[in-house]
C-alpha cells in the first residue's frame, strides 16, 4: 500500500510589490555583510495553532499573507531583489527591478503538528519539508545573480500551519528579519500600510561609513574572485541522525547561574543572563562532545554601538564577532562553566571596551585560530533582545519559533520566551547519542541551582 506524501504543494506564487510603486533601485553591500557572503541561508520557522479547515485557510490565509507581503514588500525593496556578484575588484549588491518576486509556496503536510511543536529531541528531517528554497543561481558573463529570500506557508489539517523564511545572510541580520516581519504583521493586521507607516520604523538604507581596509581584507577571507563562479546555494536534506530540542532557563535559574559565577569570579564583568546561559550550554555541549579543543562565537548588533550611532532599523548586517576557545576537558563540569563563564564574559569585554572600536577588524580575526583550529565551533543565532514570539499576523502568537539553519554546524539558538520575557527558549541541533548525553548533563546540572 502506498504511503502518502509528507508534503503536497497547493500553490506557487510569486509575489511582488503593487505594481509601479517601486522604482529600480540597488543597495550596495559594504563590508559588514563581506563576512556573510559564502555563509548558509537563515532558516526560520513560526509556528501558528489555529484549527481551520483547507478551505478556510485558502479562502483566509492564502490571501492575507500574499496581499499583506506585497504591501511590505513596497517598503523592504531587498526581500524582493536579488543578489549580484561581479567579476572582482567590482563590489556586490543586491538589485530590484520592475518584475522581480518572491518565491512563496503553500504546501500541505501530514507530519504531527504537536511533535513538531514539542521541546522533546524531534527529528531534524522533518523540519526541511517545511523550509523554502532560493531560487538557483543566474550566471552570465558580466554576474552571478541569487534569489536572496524565499517564503513557504504549510498548512497542517486542523492544526494550524507554519511560515517558513529563508534568506541570504547577506540580505540582513536578525534585527533585519525582525523589522520586516514586525511591518508584515502590522499590515496583514490592519489590511493597510497606515499604521506601519505612522510608527515611525522604516527602514534605514543609509550605509555604514565604509572601511576599505577591513572591506578588502574581508572579501580575501571570503574569497571573493571566485564567488562568481564556484558559488552554490546550501541545502539542508536528510536523511540525518540529527534531532533538535528546546531547553529552558528560567529567570530564577539564570540569577542562580549568575549568583554562582559572581561568587566564583568576583572581578568579572558583563555577568548577565546571556553570558551564564551561553557559558553552561557550552560547559554541557563540551560534555556530550570528545574533542580536543573547542570555539564558541557570537554575534553583537552594534547599531547602538556605533559612533555615531546607527537607527535599530537600519537595513543590512550590523555585526561585531566575539569568540573564545578552550580545551575540551577545562569546559565540563562544574568548574568547565565557570571557565565558560569566564571566557565568554571576557570575550565580550574585550570586544565592548576594545579602543578601535567593536567592529571586527582583521587584526581580531587573525587571532581566530590562534589556539589551533577547534573540531567544534558553536556560534548562536538569534538574540533575546528581539521579541520573536511578537510576530502575531491576526490569528495569535506563534506557538513555536525554530532556527532550522542550526543544522549546518553545531550552532544554538537563543529567543525569548513566549510566556516570559525573562526566561530563554535555548534551541539545540545535535546527533541523537550526543543529545541524550546533552540532556542529561544540562538537566543534572539545573538540580544544583534549583
Not at 506524501?5 to 559588514?32: G, H
Not at 580536543?292 to 547599531?303: E, H, K, T
Not at 577547534?374 to 525554530?402: C, H, N, Q, R
Request: net charge negative.
Amino acid at each position: 500500500m502506498a504511503s502518502h506524501p509528507i508534503l503536497t504543494v497547493i500553490e506557487k506564487s510569486q509575489v511582488s510589490p503593487p505594481p509601479a510603486t517601486v522604482a529600480a533601485k540597488s543597495l550596495p553591500l559594504n563590508y559588514l555583510d563581506f563576512f556573510w557572503l559564502r555563509a548558509p541561508p537563515v532558516h526560520n520557522l513560526f509556528f501558528y495553532e489555529l484549527p481551520l479547515t483547507k478551505t478556510k485557510f485558502l479562502e483566509t490565509i492564502v490571501p492575507s499573507l500574499k496581499n499583506s507581503l506585497s504591501i511590505t514588500l513596497q517598503h523592504f525593496f531587498p526581500f524582493v531583489g536579488n543578489l549580484f556578484i561581479y567579476p572582482n575588484p567590482k563590489k556586490p549588491e543586491i538589485r530590484y527591478v520592475e518584475g522581480d518576486f518572491v518565491a512563496v509556496t503553500f504546501a500541505e503536510c501530514n507530519l504531527d503538528f504537536d511533535d513538531l511543536t514539542g521541546n522533546h529531541p524531534r527529528d531534524c528531517d522533518k523540519f526541511y519539508h517545511l523550509i523554502p528554497l532560493l531560487g538557483q543561481p543566474e550566471k552570465t558573463s558580466d554576474y552571478t545573480k541569487f534569489p536572496a529570500f524565499a517564503v513557504q506557508v504549510t498548512f497542517f489539517p486542523n492544526c494550524g500551519f507554519s511560515i517558513g523564511l529563508t534568506n541570504l545572510h547577506t540580505l540582513g541580520d536578525a534585527s533585519t528579519r525582525f523589522w520586516f516581519l514586525k511591518a508584515w504583521i502590522s499590515i496583514a493586521r490592519s489590511g493597510t500600510d497606515e499604521s506601519f507607516l505612522s510608527n515611525g520604523t522604516l527602514p534605514v538604507y543609509d550605509r555604514v561609513e565604509e572601511n576599505p581596509i577591513a572591506a578588502d581584507g574581508l572579501l580575501k577571507f571570503v574569497k571573493y574572485e571566485t564567488l562568481k563562479e564556484d558559488y552554490e546555494h546550501q541545502t539542508l536534506s536528510g536523511p540525518t541522525d540529527k534531532v533538535r530540542a528546546t531547553f529552558v532557563l528560567t529567570r530564577n535559574v539564570l540569577n542562580q547561574l549568575k549568583k554562582s559565577v559572581s561568587t566564583e569570579l568576583p572581578t568579572l564583568a558583563y555577568v548577565s543572563s546571556f553570558t551564564v546561559a551561553c557559558a553552561y550550554v557550552w560547559s554541557n555541549i563540551a560534555t556530550s562532545h570528545n574533542d580536543d579543543l573547542q570555539m564558541f562565537a557570537f554575534s553583537i548588533d552594534c547599531r547602538a554601538r556605533l559612533n555615531p550611532p546607527v537607527p535599530a532599523t537600519y537595513f543590512g548586517n550590523c555585526l561585531s564577532g566575539c569568540w573564545a576557545s578552550e580545551k575540551t576537558t577545562m569546559l565540563t563540569g562544574k568548574e568547565g562553566f565557570i571557565n565558560a563563564a569566564k571566557l565568554v564574559g571576557e570575550s565580550l569585554h574585550k570586544t565592548l571596551t576594545n579602543k578601535k572600536g567593536v567592529m571586527l577588524d582583521l587584526e581580531s580575526m587573525s587571532d581566530l585560530f590562534a589556539d589551533g583550529v577547534a573540531s567544534t565551533m558553536i556560534g548562536v543565532a538569534g538574540t533575546p533582545k528581539l521579541k520573536f514570539y511578537d510576530i502575531d499576523f491576526g490569528w495569535g502568537k506563534p506557538k513555536k519559533v525554530e532556527t532550522v539553519s542550526l543544522d549546518y554546524n553545531c550552532s544554538i539558538s537563543m529567543n525569548a520566551c513566549k510566556e516570559s520575557y525573562d526566561d530563554l527558549e535555548i534551541g539545540v541541533s545535535l546527533p541523537a547519542a550526543e543529545m541524550k548525553t546533552f540532556i542529561h548533563t544540562f538537566e543534572g546540572g539545573l538540580k544544583t541551582y534549583v
